[in-house]
């Protein structure tokens, strides 16, 4: 089963990072790798207010599976994996206009955004997002704003945005994810790790850095994920459990009766430090908060912003403005959190839970 749910608190509609491109709030795959490439998750929140889902397993069609590109990347993952870019460069690192055609010409395009209108996430109170693949078994994945379906894959009429994939040309039209997945790496929330050489031609192909203009302003708490796919009703459960535990200072961590115990769960609340500790696990060191050197602005960044919470108590806030009426004129604080890698996604269904402000 695999299940993503977490909570996190947006800032303030309209205040962000004066260079901001869009933020990234969860990642989990080999960066090195595009997001739209086999074994990837990724959520984003888009400028125009919506929040973007991309998601590849094993079987989905990408850029590198395109029967025209076997010549220029091989067939398989481990060949893929030798040449990352093969899909637009030769082994030398030099233009390949023919393989760049084949990928281009493939429409693979699979992702899903809720409707920008509904724009919930930004209003500065906490939220509750769950991403998960289908518990039937079938081909796709849906994803919960507050226990409401706010997107899905495939397409389902009148939920989020209908961005055409469902047309016979597109070779995802039956949705992606359910099948198996294994993303590499840590997972990460509030910044976009991606190759090096996209931004620096002469960075080395296999090098991966942190995008200073896709951080996420906004706090995280009660990160939890699945190794089976929720239900409607299980995701209702769960964001009901949360609500009636709203005045306290932490939300318990007994899962409803109705949801299994998720593989890892972080609550997120430690106060202090850069270690974030698993509750399944026990490992006070499972997650990490950090940054990249030279992303900080005019600030002596000694200590993660934690923060306290009407709410959920002690939790992290990603990132900080001290200047919230002109930004560009104040400090910037970019920060960004990893997590141990689990596999989750061994038989294709999966789901993640975290919570948002």
């Known amino acids: 089963m695999h299940v993503c749910h977490a909570a996190a608190q947006r800032h303030e509609a309209g205040i962000n990072f004066p260079d901001y491109q869009r933020e990234q709030f969860f ?11 086999f074994d990837q998750v990724h959520i984003q929140f888009e400028k125009d207010g919506a929040i973007r889902t991309i998601l590849y397993d094993q079987v989905d069609w990408t850029r590198y599976n395109l029967p025209c590109m076997a010549d220029h990347c091989g067939s398989t993952p481990e060949e893929w994996v030798v040449n ?7 082994a030398n690192g030099t233009g390949n206009p023919v393989a760049e055609a084949c990928w281009r010409s493939g429409m693979t395009s699979a992702s899903t955004d809720t409707h920008p209108a509904i724009r919930d996430y930004d209003n500065g109170l906490w939220h509750h997002l769950v991403l998960t693949t289908r518990p039937d078994g079938q081909k796709g994945f849906n994803q919960y704003l507050d226990g ?10 009148g939920v989020g945005e209908d961005k055409g994939y469902a047309d ?18 840590d997972i990460r929330l509030c910044g ?9 031609e002469d960075a080395e192909w296999d090098f991966a850095q942190y995008d200073p203009r896709r951080y996420f302003r906004g706090k995280v708490a009660h990160f939890a994920v699945w190794d089976s796919a929720l239900s409607q009703e299980q995701v209702n459960d769960l964001h ?13 961590f007994e899962m409803p009766s109705n949801i299994p115990t998720p593989m890892a769960y972080y609550f997120m609340d430690e106060g ?36 306290y919470d009407d709410v959920f ?25 990893t997590l141990n890698d689990v596999a989750y996604g061994a038989n294709g269904r999966w789901a993640i839970s975290v919570w948002y402000k």
């Open 148 to 157: 409401v379906l706010r997107a899905a894959s495939p397409y389902v009429q």
């Open 240 to 252: 009901k459990s949360y609500v009636d535990k709203y005045g306290l200072t932490v939300t318990p």
């Open 272 to 307: 202090h430090g850069w270690d974030l500790k698993e509750s399944v696990s026990q490992d006070s060191m499972a997650g990490r908060v950090n940054y990249v050197e030279g992303h900080q602005v005019n600030h002596n960044y000694t200590e993660p912003n934690w923060i």
């Open 84 to 90: 990352p870019h093969c899909y637009r460069y030769f």
């Open 313 to 337: 108590g002690r939790t992290i806030a990603c990132g900080e403005i001290s200047n919230k009426t002109h930004p560009e004129l104040g400090s910037l604080q970019k920060d960004f959190i």
């Open 27 to 37: 990642g989990h795959g080999d960066a090195i790798f595009p997001t739209t490439s």
């Open 192 to 200: 976009r790790k991606k190759p090096a050489v996209w931004s620096d």
């Open 168 to 185: 016979l040309a597109y070779l995802n039209h039956l949705g992606v994810g359910g099948d198996p997945i294994d993303p590499v790496g």
